[in-house]
């Protein structure tokens, strides 16, 4: 190599090194480097253009909780444990899971009939012995009520397990379960025409006797559990008094002292089959109602019927402590959880509300997948019900004599759900109350109503103000919106400045409707 050659290539290796340095000194300084005129000041903090400014998580925000994941793991292991159990096998698979091949139903032999009866009177203590009445009852049931029953049949998978385990601890027979059909359906709102109440038909003064509390938010006669621990109480009281389950259950009907005038009547017998001429006209088919009932769930499968699935078993529910006053529509916003189900599981909350009255526990039954989400976030729950109750107009109800009624004429215009609105009460309360099958209404029809409102009126109507929203941010009201899911999409704005900009006092919203989301 040349002299000429090696200056020369030392010359070119100089000159691409400095451009080397030059550019990546270049580079680094820029990274550095904050230019005010594409940045912005904040808070007394200067921030170029591309920083990014981390949003603080809301912590009275109660959409999207979650349960521990290590917990939520550690119940899912316990249930599939508790899933593979023989004997939760045995109560709920032989039953729900079984196949059922379509059976036309055939005239019942008598002679069939009575080897059943037999077979079913061997393993119960009650008198099932065949007789004709008997057997039209199990017959007319078997021809006409197919249907019902089995929808009645998928309910019971949920109650009957509550129903066993109260009369289990208080040493009554399981099959008295089969009476709760009889009484009510397996419907723990259903009322009676004199009032009687629940799934067990307790009347107010007796319900208090057993301690079932009712007041303007709770009723106890509408708990399942509650009112079949009642129902056990008074059913051993009246087998200690006639050493019989059959009298037991005509005087749960119509009360001891009925029975014991059939008794005197049918000259000292204590067969309820001797006697049953002398008892009231509704106590005489009580006892075959009950016995026709036990028959046919009994002997289910030979009959071919197929039970509705339920909507729940009892073993997907559990229950928690409410420690303050909640609504479900609270529950039902913070879990996710329909409110028609949580209605389903709280039947004994006639407002939907869960009071918080000292002394007293409360309990929520919830499906078990939101159990975990309830407990781990309460008290945030407990902070967004508190500010809604807050916010209402009127967070009471008026506390109302259930025994006040009225009767009201629909006029033109009325429909059920109005109606339920101006009294404060519920659409399938009205159809329960005037034997409604459908929502169709006729102008001049007659309603009875036992109002939770009474004495309010609707003469009177304020005049609906007109919200300027010029130059203002507004939001359109689409399906599933609510004023606390609206309030979350815009930083800074709660649900009572929705309310204040807006003028509007409930949180009622129609598709649609247009709202001031920024002052």
């Known amino acids: 190599m040349t002299l000429k050659t090696f200056l020369l290539a030392c010359l070119c290796m100089s000159v691409f090194s400095g451009f080397s340095q030059t550019k990546t000194d270049s580079i680094a300084k820029k990274s550095s480097e904050v230019v005010p005129d594409n940045g912005a000041v904040i808070d007394g903090k200067l921030f170029s253009k591309g920083n990014k400014i981390e949003a603080e998580e809301d912590s009275t925000g109660v959409k999207n909780l979650k349960d521990l994941p290590e917990v939520a793991e550690l119940e899912k292991k316990w249930l599939e444990e508790l899933y593979s159990n023989s004997l939760f096998d045995t109560i709920y698979k032989s039953v729900t899971e079984l196949e059922y091949e379509p059976v036309y139903y055939p005239e019942l032999s008598t002679d069939t009939l009575k080897a059943r009866l037999e077979r079913l009177n061997a393993r119960t203590p009650f008198n099932v012995e065949y007789n004709a009445s008997l057997e039209s009852v199990i017959k007319g049931y078997l021809k006409h009520r197919r249907g019902s029953l ?5 309910l019971s998978h949920f109650y009957f397990p ?3 385990q109260e009369f289990d601890i208080h040493n009554i027979p399981l099959e008295m379960k089969y009476l709760a059909i009889v009484e009510s359906a397996l419907k723990p709102r259903a009322r009676s025409r004199v009032g009687a109440t629940g799934i067990w038909q307790f009347m107010y ?10 007041s303007s938010y709770v009723d106890d006669r509408s708990d399942p559990i509650k009112s079949t621990t009642a129902a056990a109480g008074y059913l051993g009281r009246m087998y200690r008094i006639f050493n019989d389950w059959d009298l037991a259950l005509a005087a749960y009907n119509s009360g001891p002292g009925n029975v014991n005038k059939a008794i005197r009547r049918s000259g000292g017998s204590k067969n309820y089959w001797n006697i049953r001429q002398n008892l009231p006209r509704e106590t005489a088919g009580y006892v075959p109602a009950f016995l026709a009932t036990m028959y046919i ?12 699935r339920p909507e729940f078993q009892l073993i997907q ?6 420690k303050q006053m909640i609504s479900l529509s609270h529950v039902s916003e913070a879990t996710g959880i329909k409110i028609e189900e949580l209605q389903f599981l709280n039947p004994a909350y006639k407002l939907d509300i869960i009071p918080k009255v ?7 039954r919830l499906p078990r997948e939101a159990v975990g989400t309830f407990v781990t976030n309460e008290e945030r729950i407990y902070a967004f019900a508190d500010a809604e109750f807050k916010g209402r107009e009127k967070p009471l109800p008026q506390i109302v004599n259930d025994d006040t009624k009225i009767r009201y004429r629909v006029q033109s215009g009325d429909y059920l759900g109005k109606i339920a609105r101006k009294y404060g009460v519920r659409v399938s309360q009205i159809k329960q109350w005037n034997g409604l099958r459908s929502n169709n209404l006729k102008i001049g029809q007659r309603l009875t109503i036992f109002p939770r409102n009474h004495g309010t009126s609707n003469k009177s109507k304020s005049v609906k ?3 300027n929203t010029e130059g203002k941010q507004t939001y359109k009201v689409r399906e599933g919106d609510s004023l606390w899911t609206i309030s979350q999409k815009f930083s800074g704005v709660s649900v009572q400045n929705i309310k204040d900009w807006n003028d509007i006092s409930s949180n009622k919203l129609k598709i649609g409707m247009t709202l001031i989301v920024s002052n």
């Open 150 to 154: 089995e929808r009645l049949m998928g």
């Open 162 to 164: 509550m129903f066993e």
């Open 205 to 214: 003064g007796t319900g208090k006797e057993h301690d079932l509390d009712v």
């Open 297 to 308: 769930f009994e002997y289910a499968e030979e009959h071919g019927f197929k039970p509705e």
């Open 317 to 322: 529910t559990d229950t928690v402590h409410v």
């Open 358 to 364: 000292k002394g007293k526990i409360y309990p929520l």
């Open 465 to 467: 103000k007109v919200v």
